[in-house]
């Protein structure tokens, strides 16, 4: 009679076989023995039953607790492996799908991208006093989502007057936040090393990664250029002023407006004599370098205190477009190595200056109070002069309040080449500031009249401007000077004919 073999039954079971239970644990012990012989079990053969002694095929089979751990094994094998798919997965998607940029605190676009940031961050709409999602989602691009992890970047703003005010900049702060550009979105995490630092400027390591899909990869060319575009429009007519931080120039404040030749008013033919000598330099790369001379031109501008060396510098680097690297000799822990990697790496289109060169090296010789003392040498700033050879034109300015305690090897030909005296007022310098106060401005900017002030006719002002002209020089004729830093300052507060008789009291020494 034909009778059906057990669903579990193993090959070849015999006709007379176990009981259903027996053959399913001999099957199982079976399965287990092939897979590890080591355990000690023994492979029966076909048809035939295990042998007694396969204790672990036994324990496999009778033991339910043995059995669930066996289960619960299994599942873990799964979950584990599909852990590891999606994360394969996700990596492989990032990989396929997303595109990452890293910005090292290095790099200049660095600072650029903050400061993009910045600008295009949401100003909360006043009504509501916040941002809300919604308009953000709709609102134009570029637009950042609003973020609670912002750092401050503090500037300094400088005024006409001289004066300086703290400018505040929210930047992202450390941290992951969202932006929409050109309708993409992208994640830009800050993120800082507390472990490493960058030795020249003494500040931690940072880095900023940009990620998007790649479909948007092209946008993150854009988004930069975007960024150095509005760094550059931020300087655009500007003279921007480098300090040396480290072992490097980082710019000091904000770019600052660009001051007008006009507004300094030197004794006649000193700015005219120094702006020709300048721009008769730029551009004459290729006849020095003919001639094997390094190409490079140093001014000394010496005088008493506040007679315009600084703001004539000024209006010198923004007359030619350049920028100015200042650089104080007498600073602590400035050592030679120092300076001449410094004046190595000046910036493009960046004028050197060099302010109170004598103090620099009156006071290496006397200790101050805290015990400091420059640890730049006469030697070393002389080779560092010499070294600053380069393709790139180098123009050294230097400023001093006292000619006679230069060392004459400092302002020798070749490392300095121009000098001139800006001293204190001429009579004819104090007309010329007196009329730039109160007649109209060259620029055609009406000046801002002084409340209950009279409104002098055109002829008046020239009558008391030649009254100003003979007061001084009959003072300097006396050996008693003004200085223009006074003049003005007398000029910012009193009406034209209160500056006069202000003049009349400070020649006489009252
Ligand atoms: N010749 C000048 N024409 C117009 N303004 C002047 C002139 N000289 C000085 N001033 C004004 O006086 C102030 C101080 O000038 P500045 O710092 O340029 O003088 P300085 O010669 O560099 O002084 P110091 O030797 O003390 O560094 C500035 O606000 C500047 O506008």
């Not at 450390?174 to 992208?186: K, V």
């Not at 800050?190 to 490493?196: G, N, P, S, V």
């Not at 123009?395 to 006292?402: A, E, S, V």
Request: hydrophobic share 35%; glycine share 10%.
């Amino acid at each position: 009679m034909f009778r059906p073999r057990p669903a579990t039954a193993g090959p070849q079971q015999p006709e007379a076989g176990p009981s259903t239970q027996q053959v399913v644990s001999k099957d199982a012990a079976l399965h287990n023995d092939q897979a590890d012989p080591a355990l000690g079990a023994v492979v029966a053969p076909p048809g035939a039953s295990a042998p007694e002694g396969s204790f672990v095929s036994r324990m496999m089979a009778d033991n339910p607790y043995f059995s669930a751990g066996a289960g619960l094994m299994g599942i873990g094998v799964v979950l584990a492996s599909l852990r590891r798919s999606i994360r394969l997965g996700a990596t492989f998607a990032q990989r396929r799908l997303l595109v990452t940029l890293e910005i090292p605190s290095k790099d200049r676009s660095y600072p650029w991208f903050l400061d993009w940031m910045a600008v295009n961050a949401p100003q909360p709409n006043p009504a509501e006093g916040r941002t809300s999602l919604r308009s953000l989602l709709k609102g134009k691009s570029p637009m950042a989502l609003p973020s609670h992890e912002l750092a401050v970047e503090t500037n300094f703003k400088q005024h006409e007057n001289g004066s300086t005010e703290a400018v505040f900049n929210l930047v992202p702060g450390p941290g992951t936040h969202y932006f929409r550009y050109a309708g993409a979105w992208f994640q830009v995490k800050r993120e800082r090393d507390a472990k490493l630092m960058d030795l020249h400027s003494g500040t931690p390591w940072e880095t900023l990664t940009l990620t998007t899909l790649a479909s948007s990869r092209h946008l993150l060319a854009s988004l930069l250029s975007e960024a150095r575009n509005l760094a550059e429009n931020h300087i655009e007519g500007k003279t921007l002023v480098y300090t040396a931080w480290g072992m490097e120039w980082r710019p000091f404040g904000k770019p600052r407006r660009r001051r007008q030749m006009g507004s300094v008013v030197l004794a006649d033919g000193v700015s005219e004599r120094v702006e020709a000598d300048i721009k008769g330099f730029l551009g004459r790369g290729k006849w020095y370098a003919e001639r094997g001379i390094p190409y490079r031109r140093g001014y000394l501008l010496h005088g008493p205190p506040g007679s315009g060396k600084t703001s004539f510098i000024q209006a010198l680097a923004g007359s030619v477009s350049y920028n100015i690297c200042l650089l104080n000799l007498a600073e602590r822990g400035l050592t030679d190595d120092k300076l001449n990697h410094l004046l190595g790496l000046v910036p493009e289109r960046s004028f050197i200056l060099l302010e109170d060169v004598d103090s620099a090296f009156s006071r290496r010789v006397q200790t101050t109070e805290d015990g400091f003392k420059s640890s730049v040498t006469f030697s070393g700033l002389l080779n560092a002069l010499d070294g600053v050879a380069s393709s790139e034109e180098r123009i050294i300015f230097m400023t001093t309040n006292h000619l006679d305690r230069l060392d004459p090897a400092l302002i020798r030909p070749g490392r300095v080449d121009v000098h001139e005296l800006l001293d204190d007022a001429h009579g004819e310098q104090a007309q010329r500031l007196f009329t730039k106060f109160y007649g109209s401005s060259e620029s055609g900017e009406e000046r801002v009249w002084r409340e209950g002030e009279e409104v002098l006719e055109r002829e008046e002002i020239e009558r008391l401007g030649s009254q100003v002209k003979e007061i001084v020089d009959e003072a300097r004729s006396r050996g008693q000077t003004i200085s223009m830093a006074t003049l003005q300052g007398l000029f910012i507060r009193s009406s034209a004919r209160d500056g006069v008789s202000g003049i009349t009291r400070l020649c006489q020494g009252n």
